[in-house]
Each structure stands twice: as structure tokens, then as C-alpha cells.
T-cell receptor
Framework: EPEVTQTPSHQVTQMGQEVILRCVPI?????FYWYRQILGQKVEFLVS????????KSEIFDDQFSVERPDGSNFTLKIRSTKLEDSAMYFC?????????FGPGTRLTVL | SQQGEEDPQALSIQEGENATMNCSYK?????LQWYRQNSGRGLVHLIL?????REKHSGRLRVTLDTSKKSSSLLITASRAADTASYFC??????????????FGKGTHLIIQP
């Protein structure tokens, strides 16, 4: 069964560094998403992407964040200058229409 | 903004019993989805119910939706130890533009005692 994959599974970085989180959505899906989950808290929507542009974004998704679909298979989330509070699980998801399928997540630790 | 809120926050039952979790939300929705998350793992999609549907079944899962009360319930019948996980409802608003972000609740942590 097709699934969303994410790399790396765990990323440790120093505060102020840039990180790129990678996702490979399910191949025939058209809509892509990033979410985050701070430890012990709710899953929060960051951004959605369709037809090579941002479709919707939340208040969390500020200028520090950017997304890109650099080729036909990858979907990336870049955090430009990481802060301690960016430490969280980051989930990528994709959908053909409404049902969103999530990847296993990348645990980002900012030191 | 809309929110899904589940109750109870935690539920512990014996294997074989049925587990019922509830979810409430605040604004009009297009769809409501239920997800499962095992500790430290990703979200597994369980079931989607559309705003014009009242009940849906999938295996041992039964989901109901009452849009007049802005609430949904997830029933897991004949629970198994492997059902131990956190369960979340997630809603999306009809914006007409597609690619709607989901709003998640805090989840119900379900423990199945063997």
C-alpha cells in the first residue's frame, strides 16, 4: 500500500541553523501538507500546497518557514533560523481529495 | 477558529469491551476524520465522515456525526490490546479551495487492559 515517507526520522540542530525536512507524498496525490506536534500538545496545521503554490497557511507559518516541491516527488519544509521552540515532531501529509495520509514524522530537536 | 475537542481525555477498559470516544467542534465543517497515534509515532487515518453523513462503519469502528450538536463519536467494538493508542478527531472547513488544513483535538488516550 502506498505511503508517505519522511526523512530524516530525527534531526538535531543548533539554534539559528537552517534545517530542511523532506517528504515524499503518495504519488498520485495532488495536495500536500505540513503539520507539527510539540511534545504533549495538539497536532497543528502549518501549510498546505497545491499546484506548486501555497494554498493555505496558519499563523505559525511565518517568514521563518518555506515549502518547496523541487521535483516531481519531493516536498520539503525549510526552517531558516531555528529556535528552541521549533523542537517538535513535523508531519507531512498528502491527499488525493479529502482524506489526508500522514507520514511517520521527523523529530526535530533544537539545542 | 474551529476546534475538535475529544472526551474523555483518557479511557482505560478491559480487552473485549467497547470503547467510545467523543469529539466536539465549534464551526461548520466539510468532513470530520478520526486518526490513531501510537506513542511517538505517526498518525494513522481511520475513517472520514462527510458533513451530510450521520453514521459510518469500518470493521470494528463505528463513527457517528451530529452536525446540529457539532459532535462526533468513535466506537471501537470488541477492543484489543493493540488498540491502545491516542485517538484524535480532525475537522476541515469548507473553503471551496481544496487543500484545507485539519484542526485536531487534544485526543483521547485509550488503554486496553489485557
Amino acid at each position: 500500500e502506498p505511503e508517505v515517507t519522511q526523512t530524516p526520522s530525527h534531526q538535531v540542530t543548533q539554534m539559528g541553523q537552517e534545517v530542511i525536512l523532506r517528504c515524499v507524498p503518495i504519488s498520485n496525490h495532488l495536495y500536500f501538507y505540513w503539520y507539527r506536534q510539540i511534545l504533549g500538545q495538539k497536532v497543528e496545521f502549518l501549510v498546505s500546497f497545491y499546484n506548486n503554490e501555497i494554498s493555505e497557511k496558519s499563523e505559525i507559518f511565518d517568514d521563518q518557514f518555506s515549502v518547496e516541491r523541487p521535483d516531481g516527488s519531493n516536498f520539503t519544509l525549510k526552517i531558516r533560523s531555528t529556535k528552541l521552540e521549533d523542537s517538535a515532531m513535523y508531519f507531512c501529509a498528502s491527499s488525493e481529495v479529502n482524506t489526508q495520509y500522514f507520514g511517520p514524522g521527523t523529530r526535530l530537536t533544537v539545542l | 477558529s474551529q476546534q475538535g475537542e475529544e472526551d474523555p481525555q483518557a479511557l482505560s477498559i478491559q480487552e473485549g469491551e467497547n470503547a467510545t470516544m467523543n469529539c466536539s467542534y465549534k464551526t461548520s465543517i466539510n468532513n470530520l476524520q478520526w486518526y490513531r497515534q501510537n506513542s511517538g509515532r505517526g498518525l494513522v487515518h481511520l475513517i472520514l465522515i462527510r458533513s451530510n453523513e450521520r453514521e459510518k462503519h469500518s470493521g470494528r469502528l463505528r463513527v457517528t456525526l451530529d452536525t446540529s450538536k457539532k459532535s462526533s463519536s468513535l466506537l471501537i467494538t470488541a477492543s484489543r490490546a493493540a488498540d491502545t493508542a491516542s485517538y484524535f478527531c480532525a475537522t476541515d472547513a469548507y473553503s471551496g479551495g481544496g487543500a484545507d488544513g485539519l484542526t485536531f483535538g487534544k485526543g483521547t488516550h485509550l488503554i486496553i487492559q489485557p
